[in-house]
């Protein structure tokens, strides 16, 4: 779903997802229109400041799935293809 529809699906403008993360009102314009080029570190404020969460989601065609998911400061990787869930927490790098 673009950004823009998943925006306006929680009732908010532009205007209001800029004023939530602190930018102005263009950034969002921007960031919407980037289409596929999105960071994910914009993508992961964009969701938070919708109220939802981002994850990452990854299939592999011998069928391995892995989850990213955005935890604050940390990454969670959870292996979900097999039938025990293993979940690794790293810290990126910076």
Same mark, same amino acid.
């Given at each position: 779903?673009?950004?823009?529809?998943?925006?306006?699906? +929680?009732?908010?403008? $532009?205007?209001?997802?800029?004023?939530?993360? #602190?930018?102005? $009102?263009?950034?969002?314009?921007?960031? !919407?229109?980037? #289409?596929?080029?999105? @960071?994910?570190?914009?993508? !992961?404020?964009?969701? +938070?400041?919708?109220? /939802? !969460? /981002? !994850?990452?989601?990854?299939?592999?065609?011998? #069928? +391995?799935?892995?989850?990213? =998911?955005? =935890?604050?400061?940390?990454?969670?990787?959870?292996?979900?293809?097999?039938?025990?869930?293993?979940?690794?927490?790293?810290?990126? @790098?910076?």
């Amino acid at each position: 779903m673009p950004l823009a529809m998943l925006r306006e699906a +929680h009732g908010l403008t $532009q205007i209001d997802v800029a004023a939530k993360l #602190g930018v102005d $009102q263009g950034a969002i314009s921007k960031r !919407e229109r980037a #289409g596929r080029r999105v @960071l994910v570190e914009n993508l !992961e404020a964009y969701a +938070h400041a919708l109220g /939802c !969460e /981002c !994850e990452v989601v990854f299939n592999s065609r011998l #069928g +391995h799935r892995f989850v990213i =998911d955005f =935890d604050g400061d940390s990454i969670l990787i959870t292996n979900t293809s097999s039938d025990r869930r293993r979940t690794r927490k790293i810290r990126p @790098l910076t």
